[in-house]
């Protein structure tokens, strides 16, 4: 005998979640949060959708399907729909689909709307296939049909600094979901003012280790995350930092604060994205051609799980990504972010995270001319209450988790 109860439960399994974010693109966290989802929804049919369709399985994402695409083929149709998490509140239609575009045609297209932004919004619209300010937020009308939207963990820091037709947008998305969770209190205070009731909990990325710890700990035993730990037999610190930082003054600096840091371990230098606007190459081959010392290496590698395995396996983790930072307190690793000369004295999205949920008494983020005594001061933090802080979060999460998606199982 089928029980009522079991019945809503078959009926919900068989409705399937949209899962969507900016996983269309290489984003280290934004790459984390359809697997996050993924896992602790269980046995849901999924449907993983971003703004454009692309396929990232070879670095360790997902294939991804157009969300407009989508909403023509499933609008009519009951389903569930999850924001996967990420800074998806303040990210504009013309950021968004920048984004997604190849360095190249990225750079092509910005030269070609500098003297020009007005035409930027019809052209993003035109290459989303989206009408709103707003693309990450999913209005009900695009999914008529929709039965619960959950945006999970998301963050909005500089949500009061958008465009006024872009914050009505957001708010009336986010009014007419059914739960909001934010990861910061930043975020919470601004959609309170605005009329948004919303949850606190952290970051989907908290959950990495408890739930992806045995693939990224079997990845640290070869490829170049092995060469690495082969190599420098003290350890190294894993650094990373995107393209604003590529100035001869501040690389000239950070040289030699990892100078000073390579006297005592490896520095390797990593990208947490590749996509516009993110990490390249070329920044660290210029900072490590200005370092003095041999002990600096660059990690290739764009994996999600050997990125994850790299940070894991340091001795701490300094850069200018929140996911970063968020990975290294999920294994309970000593973590400061870097901060950019044109961040000083804003509140960063790093900064808005580590008030809420980071050990009292670590440092949030160092300025470039303090690199190395603030990777030495993250380093003498207890490595037990670290530890102990990652399974505080990690049970945080699942809690927040549970109450969010308690209607999708309905």
């Known amino acids: 005998m089928i029980t009522a109860s079991a019945a809503m439960e078959t009926l919900a399994s068989d409705i399937p979640v949209i899962l969507f974010g900016a996983f269309d693109r290489h984003n280290f966290g934004d790459l984390l949060f359809p697997h996050v989802a993924a896992t602790m929804l269980g046995e849901r049919k999924l449907v993983f959708a971003g703004l454009a369709s692309r396929d990232l399985r070879a670095c360790g994402g997902h294939q991804v399907q157009a969300i407009a695409q989508i909403a023509k083929e499933w609008g009519e149709r009951p389903v569930d729909i999850m924001h996967a998490g990420g800074e998806l509140l303040t990210c504009t239609a013309w950021e968004a689909a920048v984004m997604l575009l190849e360095p190249a045609q990225a750079r092509q297209v910005i030269a070609r709307f500098d003297a020009h932004s007005e035409g930027t919004m019809q052209w993003a619209r035109e290459e989303l296939g989206l009408a709103g300010h707003a693309p990450y937020t999913v209005p009900r009308s695009l999914f008529p049909c929709a039965r619960h939207i959950i945006y999970n963990g998301v963050g909005g820091v500089d949500f009061d600094a958008c465009e006024p037709a872009m914050q009505a947008e957001v708010l009336s998305n986010l009014n007419a979901a059914d739960a909001v969770g934010v990861r910061d209190r930043r975020t919470q205070v601004l959609l309170h003012a605005g009329g948004v009731d919303t949850r606190l909990l952290p970051d989907p990325a908290v959950m990495t280790a408890e739930l992806f710890g045995t693939e990224i700990r079997r990845r640290a035993q070869e490829g170049e995350v092995a060469q690495l730990l082969s190599a420098f037999p003290h350890g190294y610190v894993a650094v990373q930092f995107n393209t604003s930082f590529d100035d001869d003054e501040i690389l000239g600096e950070l040289a030699t604060q990892f100078d000073d840091l390579a006297r005592e371990q490896g520095v390797v230098l990593f990208r947490a994205g590749t996509a516009p606007w993110h990490d390249e190459l070329k920044c660290y081959r210029r900072l490590a051609a200005c370092m003095r010392s041999p002990h600096v290496r660059i990690f290739t590698s764009v994996h999600l799980w050997e990125i994850c395995a790299l940070i894991a396996s340091s001795r701490a983790y300094c850069g200018s990504s929140l996911h970063g930072r968020i990975v290294a307190m999920a294994f309970g690793m000593p973590r400061i972010n870097l901060m950019h ?32 005594r603030g990777i030495r001061q993250a380093m003498a933090v207890d490595r037990m209450r670290l530890e102990e802080k990652a399974g505080e979060l990690a049970a945080a999460y699942r809690a927040g988790f549970d109450v969010l998606c308690r209607k999708l199982r309905a």
């Open 341 to 372: 000369p044109v961040q000083s004295g804003r509140l960063t999205k790093q900064d808005a995270f580590a008030a809420a949920w980071e050990e009292q008494g670590m440092a949030t983020t160092v300025d470039v001319w303090e690199t190395a």
